[in-house]
């Protein structure tokens, strides 16, 4: 709840910051001089040491941005409100690629940056920033984006499509596009506008706001008001047919469908209606949707996954086929990895073994195949139990092993606490860390404190122990 509330806090300094164009920096206390030192060039997590930074909080991004799809450019400016969590010389951002960055300052005045590395933005503000007060970046940039192709992870960033481009950056794909702090456990939240040629429609995170059209171009406003990580923020440019309508009880609920996919007739009101029940019934099982509105894009993106960006996921398809398996999966990552999201990336399972098992909770609700005929056959047909589910490695977090064998660990842990206690998890798991980062000991504790059971072996056996569980 804390962080709730200092998110709030946030929000109400950044529209007076960027209206005003620069945040003072608060006065130094008259009884202790302060020692400035760099923040850190990483924010700790050990699959991706390089990620994220250290020093300060970002409360808040203002991305605005114009596309040519002539050249594949972009033309953009990103202010970012954060606090000093320590007296800082300096700090870093994560801005990857080949753009070219023509103004920064920090709190209205030019400061001095230097690139290094694969992604680092070393910023020296002017003065020194002192710890606990808000200060604001903002850096122009303009180039053509390029997208991350990670042998182990695939596709990532802004990736170029046939009519425009979209941004999926899920893990390390957000600093393609703009400056960022590029680690998942500081959320912040988002305003997204966006210039393109008339004719084109922009879809990202969020609630839209007013869209305008001047001189040929069309601008298109969203914000997300809830805390988002940055792997998780999106934005789609391009043909879409899109339809408005609602769920859980007036829910906004925006979907799309790329044009080129969208052959067949009636699949917009399909996809809108289908979108709107799963998240009605899993808003019964996990408690209230965590968002402000709800929706989802089918488009032909050619990366070769679904991803479940924050309150409107994004599924690569060739057809505009509806799979109803698959809008459980990403709608229940809602939830599970949007709203709770985890502190390092090794705690994936707890994205993807739930989102897993709302896929088997939906095969029994609607497709009458019970959860335990699942379970049974994926342990059946399991051929690697190598590899821990709660670390798998860094090249491994979008592999089987966190997926099917963090549902498997699940279903195991409903079996050993009964269904009351299991559906009580369900709930108020997701309920007592909204919107925080959370992590696999932590679960643990919790459903130890919940049952007041010590599950520690049962914990160790199907998260922590390579080998096939006995049954």
Known sequence: MR???????????ISCALAAGLVAATSPAAEAAPRYSPGAPGAGDPYFPDMGNGGYDVGHYDIRLAFSPATGAIDATTTILATATQDLSRFDLDFQGPLTISKLSVNGRNAAFTRSGAQELVITPPSGLRKGSPFVVSVSYAGVPQKIDDPALGLSGWVATKDGAVALNQPIGAATYFPVNDTTDDKATYTQTITVPAGLTVLANGEPGPTTTHDGQTTFRWSMNRP???ELSMLTIGDYNVTRGVAAGGLPNITAIGQSIDTKPGQGKVFNQTTAQV????????????????GGILADVNVGYALETQSRPVYDQSTSAVDGDLLAHELGHQWFGDSLTPVHWSDIWLNEGFATYSEWL????????????????AYADEKDWTGAVAD???DHIFDDLVYNRGAMALQALRLKIGDRDFFRVLAQWPTAHRYGNVSTQQFIQFVERLTNRNLDSFFQ??????GQPTL
């Open 228 to 230: 988002m990580s940055s």
């Open 461 to 466: 056996t199907w998260l922590y122990q390579p």
């Open 3 to 13: 962080g709730a509330n200092r998110r709030r806090g946030h929000l109400v300094i």
């Open 392 to 394: 798998p490695g860094r």
């Open 279 to 294: 998240v009605q019934w899993e808003s019964s099982m996990y408690g209230q949707y965590p968002f402000d509105s709800t």
């Open 362 to 377: 939906y095969q029994e609700k609607f497709n009458n195949i019970p959860v335990q005929q699942t379970f049974e056959k």
